[in-house]
């Protein structure tokens, strides 16, 4: 028995050993203003603070109590420098795909530029700390690719709402446009022609952006920030990247490939055990006898910049309601609020969507809203404004767990059929339990295997084996092109060589008509 169990002890021991990884130096950049960027990559750096890894994270998010093993590097410039793009969203509503995608780029390069030039910043990048591991958000931020070379350290990437161009042209992961929709349309994965057709050409347009418009910027935010000597960047972003999590999980989405080095985490920053909510909220919460609905537009849009015709809709509508209201209303006071409505600048979101009297949950249809919504079991009700809000309510409506209200079509009659709809159809509720169900049948907690993967590339210097060869192909390589063209080609020409021998042998045939004719 005394042996089994030393045999037991020293079998545990191994496993240990080769499963840990020593305690590591890791630089978390998260440099976006949105709080709910900032929330998915703090868990996992706090989760790595937590396993004993020393993490630096810059951020304009600092901790406001020091937590152990976990450093801030905060960034001020960028507050300022994104406040015409974060002011500005509702005013841009009416602008059609490929003006979007070009101010999301602009976006990218002063996001990149305020960060990198930022004073905590500069002397970071001039310091001579060492770090293990650079993890890096992936929003149009290339240029900061630069601190996996300055540090000499592997990298991974975060992408805070799911796969895109900007993530899979790190690893190599295939996004064929018949079937893998663009975040910026609307579409399933399963497209008329009409729709194929026009999935194609916004994606070609992207990358047509990213390359003539985009890459350029970076290019030059690159070269400039970062010391030489130094590979060129597009060097870095076939090289530098190990490999990417991502904040999705097929249950909230659709079924696509992904290389071994694409890894789906989301929901990593969902609390699966919710705190305690404060006593008035709580109370609030428990006395609505009749429901509550949650109201929260997110972190880059503000309530309280709603035009006055769009915000007394809400307040009409919510008014009739025997629900009560938790609305998230950046500013003290609001003008004409019913009883039964309650404001505040920030809600606990994870901790109220998880309350068993939640009804709805009112969104822009940001990706962590929706995610939030489905993993308690909430249909929603979205208003999206831009990027993948409209991808992921179309998503919602297809799922038959939510319904749509345009922005443009807000008004006090469409709430209110919207409100009602969902509240006297079980179907909703029933159908975003179902999906709940799926979401969280994992064999492992996201934000487990989100640090598995970190620490796996520590453990393996980098994991150069996971990486895929189709990163080391041209455009035409990749596509076979080449290959096609020989298989083509040479067919056609065998073809074209054989009809030309026999009209040449036709021609040269004699005529035995004309040869009679010379001899009479």
Not at 3 to 16: A, D, N, R, S
Not at 476 to 488: F, G, K, R, T
Request: glycine content about 6%.
């Amino acid at each position: 028995m005394k042996l089994f169990q030393l045999i037991v002890l020293l079998t545990t021991i191994v496993i240990i050993q080769h499963t840990n990884v020593e305690a590591a130096k890791i630089l978390g950049v998260f440099p976006t203003t949105s709080k709910s960027h900032y929330t998915v990559g703090s868990a996992l750096m706090k989760a790595l603070a937590k396993k004993g890894h020393e993490v630096t994270v810059i951020s304009p998010f600092p901790q406001k109590k020091q937590l152990k093993n976990y450093h801030d590097i905060t960034t001020t410039n960028v507050w300022k420098a994104m406040e015409p793009f974060t002011s500005g969203f509702l005013s841009n509503i009416n602008k059609g795909p490929i003006e979007t995608i070009l101010r999301i780029y602009t976006f990218g390069k002063v996001l990149t530029n305020s960060t990198l030039t930022d004073p905590a910043v500069t002397k970071l990048i001039n310091s001579r700390q060492h770090f293990d591991l650079v993890i890096l958000e992936v929003f149009m931020t290339d240029a900061m690719l630069g601190f996996a070379h300055h540090f000499n350290a592997p990298c991974v990437g975060i992408s805070s709402f799911g796969a895109s161009k900007w993530t899979t042209d790190l690893v190599g992961t295939p996004a064929p446009p018949s079937y893998i929709p663009n975040p910026f349309l609307a579409f399933t994965d399963h497209m008329s022609f009409k729709e194929r057709l026009m999935n194609t050409l916004m994606s070609v347009t992207e990358s047509l952006v990213l390359r003539f418009v985009d890459q350029p910027v970076q290019i030059e935010i690159y070269q400039k920030n970062f010391p030489d000597p130094k590979p060129t960047l597009n060097e870095l972003k076939k090289k530098a990247v190990s490999a990417v999590l991502l904040n999705n999980h097929f249950s909230l989405s659709y079924p696509r490939p992904y290389v071994t080095g694409m890894i789906e985490v989301g929901g990593m920053h969902i609390n699966r055990n919710p705190n305690p909510l404060p006593v008035d909220i709580q109370s609030f919460m428990d006395n609505a006898t009749e429901g509550v609905i949650y109201f929260s537009m997110g972190s880059n849009i503000k309530s309280k910049d709603l035009p006055l015709d769009k915000r007394e809709a809400f307040l009409n509508a919510f008014s009739k309601l025997k629900q009560k209201v938790l609305w998230k209303w950046e500013d003290e006071n609001m003008p004409s609020k019913p009883d039964n409505v309650l404001i505040q600048s920030w809600w606990p979101q994870n901790d109220i969507l998880a309350h068993p009297n939640v009804r709805i949950f009112v969104t822009h249809g940001g990706l962590l809203s929706t995610m939030e919504a489905l993993y308690h079991g909430v249909p929603v009700i979205g208003i999206p404004i831009f990027g993948d809000q409209h991808l992921n309510m179309a998503k919602a409506e297809r799922g038959g767990y939510g319904l749509t209200v345009p922005y443009l079509e807000i008004s006090q009659e469409r709430l209110t059929q919207a409100i009602n709809t969902i509240l006297g159809d079980k179907n909703y509720k029933q159908n975003a339990q179902l999906i709940s169900q799926r979401y969280r049948d994992q064999p492992q907690n996201p934000l487990d295997l989100a640090v598995y993967w970190v620490e796996y590339v520590l453990r393996h210097k980098g994991a150069a084996h996971i990486r895929t060869a189709s990163m080391d192909l041209s455009f035409v390589q990749y596509h076979n092109l080449d290959v096609l063209a020989i298989l083509l080609g040479v067919p056609v020409l065998l073809a074209h060589v054989l009809v030309l021998m026999v009209c040449r042998k036709k021609s040269n045939k004699p005529n035995r008509y004309g040869d009679d004719k010379k001899r009479n």
